[in-house]
């Protein structure tokens, strides 16, 4: 007999599928944590000191918080609750970036640096393939219909705060980009090229241009493009804090490359980029005075 299509969650082998990859993901997350300079120093990556102190900033955010999500949305997701199709929606796309950053990020052709993560290589990719399952799972699952409240001066006034600190955040990488094309170098640019453009490359290419684009829809289709606006979120909140972690390790480990200016850079991004989550959650009616409400289908 052929398995029924559940209208919120899809077929049930999808739904068990996506969850057990989830809780996978989860533990693994902790298992690389655990494994690296954080903790135990056993992953020893192949870049520079100051790119190991952001690596332990950010296994940091993995073990306290994005196994958790993880973990959490998978056994929501089994228990078919409706909470998991906005959670799973929250770490995708965190994780592609993060794989990408441990693995192609590295200075593997430097002769300066050695390491051993590549023996933990089906680690990431396990995670990689996870994550891009649960990714389009995710969004063909997430509610389709809501019916928005944005009021035309809030919305304005979190447009404008949320693009000046999209064009400043694209305005510091810019100018790091024009240095090394002028001067042939930069800040970090020397100890870690490989980091330095896949960063860049994926802040300008991706995530800045997603920023804006969750912007113009806001006001253009609100009633429909929910799904895009929740990957954004789910992304740049966990995206947000991680960077916020790697900064306070940088200080804390006195790391001569920690700049204070960008760091209030992204202090300023996360404050705006939390505060407009809510709002967008209040919005859209997922929450109501301070209670979460039904999704619909």
Do not use: C
């Not at 965190?94 to 200075?107: D, K, P, Q, W």
């Not at 966990?238 to 200080?251: D, F, K, P, R």
Request: charge should be positive; avoid cysteine.
């Amino acid at each position: 007999m052929r398995a029924m299509n559940d209208s919120r969650f899809g077929y049930p082998h999808e739904r068990i599928l996506v969850g057990l990859l989830s809780i996978a993901t989860g533990v693994l997350l902790i298992y690389l944590a655990i494994m690296g300079p954080l903790v135990l120093g056993s992953i020893v990556y192949k870049t520079a000191a100051t790119a190991i102190y952001q690596i332990m900033g950010q296994d940091l955010v993995n073990l306290a918080l994005l196994s958790i999500l993880a973990i959490g949305s998978g056994i929501a997701l089994i228990l078919e609750k409706g909470i998991a199709r906005f959670l799973i929606l929250s770490t995708p796309l965190y994780l592609i970036y993060y794989v990408l950053s441990y693995t192609v990020g590295l200075e593997w052709s430097s002769a300066r640096y050695a390491g051993n993560s590549e023996k933990y290589t089906w680690h990431f990719l396990f995670i990689m393939v996870a994550s891009v399952i649960t990714l389009l799972y995710a969004l063909s699952i997430f509610p389709k219909t809501f019916k928005p409240a944005f009021q035309k001066k809030t919305l304005a006034v979190y447009s404008v705060l949320f693009t000046l600190f999209l064009t400043l955040f694209a305005l510091m990488w810019l100018k790091e980009i024009r240095e090394v094309i002028s001067a042939g170098t930069t800040r970090s640019y020397g100890e870690i090229p490989t980091a330095f453009w896949l960063i860049r490359y994926f802040d300008l290419g991706f995530t800045i241009p997603l920023g804006f684009l969750s912007v113009y829809l806001l006001w253009t289709r609100p009633e429909g493009t929910a799904a895009v606006q929740f990957l954004f979120y789910g992304f740049f909140t966990t995206m947000i804090v991680a960077v916020n972690s790697m900064g306070l390790t940088m200080l804390v480990k006195r790391d001569p490359e920690f700049r204070m200016a960008d760091m209030a850079v992204f202090l300023g991004l996360g404050l705006i980029v939390f505060t407009g989550f809510i709002y967008m959650l209040k919005n859209y009616g997922i929450i109501r005075k301070g209670k979460p409400k039904q999704a619909v289908a």
